[in-house]
C-alpha cells in the first residue's frame, strides 16, 4: 500500500461489505485483505527468524528498522511535525501493541507453534470488547457476545488442559500465558489508538511512530534480558535474514500501516475479524512448510475458539441499534 494512498483523508467508510463505489470504502477493503493475508504469515517468518535470533531483538529490529526508514520520508513528504502530543500516544500505543503484544508473541513462539500461536492471538477480538466494554464510555457487550466470550475462553483453556487428553498434547502453558498478555496489551493498544486521535490525516506516520517507539521498547528489553550479548551476527542464518526482511517489509510496513488505517476508518469490532481469517493462513503455512503437527486437541480448539469469535463479530452493534431506533422514532414522529 502506497504513501500517497495512506496519506489522503477521507470520509468516514461504510460498514466492510457495504455496497459502494468511493475510493475510502476500496482502501478499506484493500487493507482488511492486507491485514488478513499478510499477518496470517508472520507467525511463520517469525518462527523461522527465531532459530538464530533473540526473539526481543527480531522483534525490536523489526520495528525500529521500520520506523527509521518511513519516518524521515513521511517528514519530508507530509511535512507533519507531531507534537509532543503525539509521540506521548505513540509511546503508549507502540509499548502496548509492539513491545508487549508482538514482543511476546515472538517469546512464545520458542514453545508454542507458530499456527497455534496465531489461533491464541486470535483471542484478541474477545479481549477487545471487554476492554471497549471497561473503558469510560464504553459499550457493554450483550449475550451473544457475552456468550462468545465464555465459549472462546473455553477453547482456550482446551489447549492447555490436562495432559494428553484424549492422546493429545497440551500446548506449553507458560507460552500460553504469555500469548494472553500480549493478546490483552494487543487489544488495549488498539482500543486507545482508535479513541485516542492520533496524527489526523496520516495513519502511516502515526504507525511509524509507534513503530520507533515499540521498537525502542523491545531493544531495551533485549539490553536488559542479556539477548544483546547473546546475539552473534555471524551465527543468523541466511533463511533468518530473510525472515527479518521479509517481517520489515510486509508485516510492519504493510501489514502494520494497514492495521492502523483499519482501525480508524471501521469499527473495533470489525477489525478484529482479521483474528478469524490469521489462524487458518497460519496453520496452513506452518503445516505445509516447517512441518508443524496439526492434532486432534488443536482442531477442536480452533472450532471452539473461531466460533467464538464468528460470534462476537456478528453481534449487532449496540451503537448502529440505538441509531437505528432514533431513526424510526423521527420518522414517526
Not at 477442536?300 to 464468528?310: F, G, N, Q, R
Amino acid at each position: 500500500m502506497s504513501t500517497a494512498m495512506l496519506e489522503r483523508n477521507p470520509a468516514p467508510s461504510p460498514p466492510v461489505g457495504a455496497p459502494t463505489g468511493g475510493r475510502t470504502s476500496t482502501l478499506v477493503i484493500v487493507a482488511f485483505g492486507l491485514v488478513y493475508v499478510v499477518w496470517g504469515s508472520t507467525y511463520l517468518a517469525i518462527r523461522v527468524g527465531i532459530e538464530s535470533f533473540p526473539p526481543l531483538l527480531l522483534a525490536g529490529s523489526r520495528h525500529l528498522l521500520t520506523g527509521l526508514i518511513l519516518y524521515p520520508i513521511l517528514r519530508w513528504k507530509t511535512g507533519v511535525r507531531p507534537t509532543a502530543a503525539h509521540w506521548r500516544m505513540s509511546f503508549i500505543t507502540g509499548f502496548l501493541l509492539l513491545a508487549v503484544g508482538n514482543g511476546g508473541v515472538c517469546l512464545a513462539e520458542r514453545t508454542v507453534p507458530s499456527g497455534v500461536t496465531a489461533l491464541l492471538v486470535a483471542t484478541v477480538s474477545l479481549w477487545m470488547v471487554l476492554v471497549d466494554w471497561l473503558r469510560p464510555g464504553g459499550t457493554r457487550p450483550g449475550a451473544r457476545v457475552v456468550a462468545g466470550l465464555l465459549l472462546g475462553f473455553s477453547g482456550l483453556a482446551l489447549l492447555v488442559g490436562p495432559k494428553n487428553l484424549g492422546g493429545t498434547s497440551r500446548v506449553d502453558p507458560m507460552g500460553v500465558g504469555l500469548l494472553v498478555i500480549a493478546s490483552l496489551a494487543w487489544a488495549s493498544g488498539s482500543v486507545y489508538s482508535k479513541h485516542s486521535g492520533g496524527l489526523s490525516g496520516s495513519p502511516l506516520m502515526g504507525a511509524a511512530m509507534q513503530c520507533l517507539a515499540g521498537g525502542v521498547c523491545l531493544w531495551i528489553a533485549g539490553i536488559a534480558s542479556g539477548e544483546v550479548a547473546a546475539l552473534h551476527l555471524s551465527a543468523v542464518s541466511a533463511r533468518s535474514w530473510a525472515a527479518l526482511a521479509y517481517l520489515i517489509m510486509f508485516g510492519s510496513m504493510v501489514g502494520f500501516t494497514a492495521y492502523i488505517y483499519i482501525l480508524k476508518e471501521s469499527t473495533a469490532t470489525r477489525v478484529a475479524t482479521y483474528a478469524f481469517v490469521n489462524p487458518v493462513v497460519a496453520l496452513f503455512l506452518g503445516w505445509l512448510l516447517i512441518g508443524e503437527s496439526i492434532n486432534l486437541r488443536t482442531i477442536i480448539a480452533a472450532a471452539v475458539i473461531l466460533t467464538a469469535v464468528l460470534l462476537v463479530i456478528t453481534a449487532p452493534h449496540p451503537v448502529a441499534q440505538r441509531r437505528e431506533g432514533r431513526a424510526i422514532e423521527a420518522a414517526e414522529a
